[in-house]
């Protein structure tokens, strides 16, 4: 087994409405009657992000905002596992179905 | 080349795609597999001419590539002093039992739809066709660092994301041949009409690699009918290889090739795999529509008998399978000879590929035959100036040339 991300991709404020919210939890209720579910989250605008750089001596560092300025930015993720790409290739589909978002899948590095 | 030469070459041909399978299945790793099967054909190019080439180069090939990886592996072991026996399969190799297997396995990994096509294409070509890194290189007009990153960076992808080495599951699997399919046909297109202008209008080597790497996939994929379709077009393509291109390196028409140069053995084959396809009575997919469109050209000993209305009916067939502009664009040429060119002209005119170098050669052509010849030149103009091949620019010049001045 394998575990891989699936970032939420997204590009404007707000959550996820009511509809999509009721076909996540439907989709997260498979992944765990499955076996696949590790972790899911949504996370709130990036705009509510601070970057922290704890290196060198010092304080640490805060800065206001997100690493990266970007028009798209990562709304949430699930943590899911897989025995091969394939499958999580057909789980994220169907989380991306779900949420009515595009989705990112990366595999985690294997110790 | 000697006797021996040519026994290795075949023997490479034949037997690099099951070596490397065997292995990769064997090893879990795409690496080890491909590496240890270069080494064991570069030994056998050293024993053979001493020790003669033993029965089953195959097997030979597969054995020796075998004991180098579990070699290499060992002294990697002891390098990291790390147990790794795990990873360590027995030294007895299994049996050659489900080998056509892996070759399948083989193909599908090389053209998973994780990896970017042109990823795709050229670890199809190293794995499967056994082609070298250099030789791709060259085909695609790419440097070899570059290539070879190329190749690396999917071999690094498949096994971090963990691209299964398996034929895909049933529910995955007709749209999994679809992306082989489409490997294997952008393979033979750059073969058929390289786009670059710097390349050799067509490339054999390149056509004639997806031909044996279709007719490998066909033998693995016997009963599916889009296989049977891609290999028929290709070979009805192939078939007027030759006739296609002048002595002076300009495109030759379908309209205008000399028929008696087409090669009457590929036609035969490729009618043959289009017979079998109808009679199975089963929908075609798009190849076998193409196939079919191929065969009707390839029937008509002159351009004049051509069955126009049979091209039309299949490309018909074609658009409500897949109603793309280009599908439609191709549709209205046969249309034209039906119908005429002002009819054709009407169909193609609100079509949405300003970019297509052929769009633009279609509407010259029936702006020439409708006598307008001052919009012709500019059409003309613009799909000189959006074609890539050097054939093609070569004849579409010439046509422009011939107008008529106002």
Request: aromatic share 6%; glycine share 6%; hydrophobic share 45%.
């Amino acid at each position: 087994m394998a575990q891989y991300l699936v970032s939420v991709l997204f590009d404007a404020p707000g959550l996820a409405t009511e509809d999509e919210m009721a076909a996540i939890d439907a989709f997260n209720d498979q992944l765990v009657a499955d076996g696949h579910w590790v972790f899911a989250a949504g996370l709130t605008a990036p705009e509510t992000a601070t970057v922290v750089d704890g290196r060198g001596g010092g304080e640490a560092v805060f800065t206001d905002g997100p690493y990266l300025e970007s028009k798209e930015f990562i709304a949430g993720f699930w943590i899911l596992e897989a025995p091969d790409l394939d499958v999580a290739l057909r789980l994220a589909a169907g989380g991306s179905k779900a949420c009515n978002r595009r989705v990112e899948l990366r595999p985690f590095a294997s110790r | 080349m000697t006797d021996l030469d040519e026994v290795i070459t075949r023997v490479h041909r034949e037997e690099w795609a099951r070596v490397v399978a065997t292995l990769a299945r064997r090893f879990g790793d795409l690496d080890i597999a491909e590496e240890m099967a270069a080494e064991a054909f570069a030994t056998a190019v050293e024993r053979w001419p001493a020790d003669g080439v033993p029965p089953n180069p195959g097997a030979w090939l597969t054995t020796t590539a075998h004991r180098k990886a579990v070699d290499r592996l060992r002294r990697e072991a002891k390098r990291e002093e790390k147990h790794r026996k795990a990873l360590m399969p027995s030294d007895t190799p299994e049996p050659l039992g489900a080998i056509d297997d892996d070759r399948l396995r083989l193909i599908f990994t090389c053209c998973h739809p994780a990896l970017a096509m042109e990823a795709r294409v050229a670890l199809t070509l190293r794995m499967v066709g056994g082609l070298t890194v250099p030789e791709i290189a060259r085909a695609f007009l790419v440097q070899e660092t570059a290539m070879g990153q190329r190749i690396t960076r999917a071999k690094t992808k498949i096994k971090a994301a963990r691209i299964p080495y398996r034929v895909p599951a049933r529910e995955d699997l007709p749209a999994r041949v679809t992306g082989v399919l489409a490997v294997l046909y952008l393979i033979f297109n750059e073969g058929y009409l390289a786009s670059d202008p710097g390349k050799e209008a067509v490339r054999a080597d390149l056509t004639a690699e997806a031909i044996r790497l279709t007719r490998l996939v066909r033998a693995l994929l016997p009963a599916d009918g889009e296989v049977a379709g891609l290999l028929a077009l290709m070979l009805l393509t192939e078939a007027r290889r030759t006739a296609r291109v002048s002595a002076s390196g300009e495109l030759v028409t379908l309209a205008e090739q000399d028929r008696g140069a087409w090669d009457r053995e590929l036609i035969a084959e490729g009618h043959a795999l289009v017979r079998a396809r109808l009679a199975s009575g089963q929908a075609p997919g798009r190849y076998q529509i193409l196939a079919a469109v191929n065969a009707v050209h390839t029937d008509a000993r002159d351009v004049r008998d051509t069955d126009w209305s049979q091209v039309v009916a299949l490309y018909d067939q074609l658009v409500r399978l897949d109603p793309s502009p280009i599908v439609r664009l191709n549709r209205a040429i046969a249309v034209a000879e039906i119908d005429g060119p002002q009819v054709a002209l009407a169909e193609v005119d609100g079509l949405p590929l300003e970019g297509y170098h052929a769009f633009h050669a279609t509407r010259a052509d029936l702006l020439r035959r409708l006598g307008r010849s001052e919009q012709s030149r500019a059409a003309y103009d613009r799909a000189i100036e959006l074609a890539g091949n050097t054939a093609e620019t070569a004849y579409l010049t010439r046509r422009r040339d011939q107008l008529p001045r106002p």
